[in-house]
């Protein structure tokens, strides 16, 4: 049992080093859960922190079988909403936070199309001013030219060529 605490809190130790300058927030989170008395819960608390650092590092998460993109700051975002509710009980699962996070992942997916078509209109507007112009993200490569070998043409040939383009010339002007 102790060998087990130890290697818990190891990991836990590990694991809040993942979440930078957050990890106070990820722990008030994880204190929800009601991680009392720490010695027998250390666990409970190495599941939630690698829960949360799964969530952290796919920045993605599923509630009733829909699957949602969320950045990491809209992840804080709403453990910062979480963390400052006043619950009487303690939560149970991660239902309450994931609610909170698919009003801010659709808001983000609202912004960021938002963002997309603006980007759109510009470089439309661009194109129909006349002005082209790469954009930042944008490759231009010249095409590449192919190499003719000279031609090897006889002298009457090469006479036949210069009476054919003067007759143009002259149908043409």
């Not at 969320?70 to 619950?87: D, M």
């Not at 938002?114 to 507007?125: C, S, V, Y």
């Not at 944008?138 to 190499?147: G, I, T």
Request: hydrophobic content about 35%; proline content about 3%.
């Amino acid at each position: 049992m102790e060998l087990s605490h130890d290697s818990d809190l190891l990991a836990i130790i590990k694991m809040l080093n993942t979440f930078g300058r957050h990890s106070n927030v990820v722990c008030a989170y994880t204190e929800l859960f009601g991680l009392r008395p720490l010695k027998t819960k250390t666990k409970k608390w190495r599941v939630l922190l690698e829960e949360m650092k799964r969530l952290f590092d796919s920045e993605s998460f599923t509630y009733q079988k829909r699957a949602y993109k969320i950045s990491q700051a809209g992840i804080i975002e709403a453990l910062n909403i979480v963390v400052h509710r006043n619950f009487t009980d303690g939560l149970d699962s991660h239902n309450y936070l994931k609610k909170i996070m698919i009003g801010i992942a659709e808001k983000e997916e609202r912004e960021s199309g938002k963002q997309a078509e603006r980007d759109l209109r510009k470089k439309e507007g661009g194109l129909m001013s006349g002005t082209r112009y790469p954009e930042a993200e944008e490759v231009v490569q010249l095409p590449k030219m192919k190499e003719v070998p000279p031609a090897r043409l006889t002298e009457e040939q090469v006479e036949e060529n210069r009476r054919r383009l003067r007759d143009m010339i002259k149908q043409i002007g």
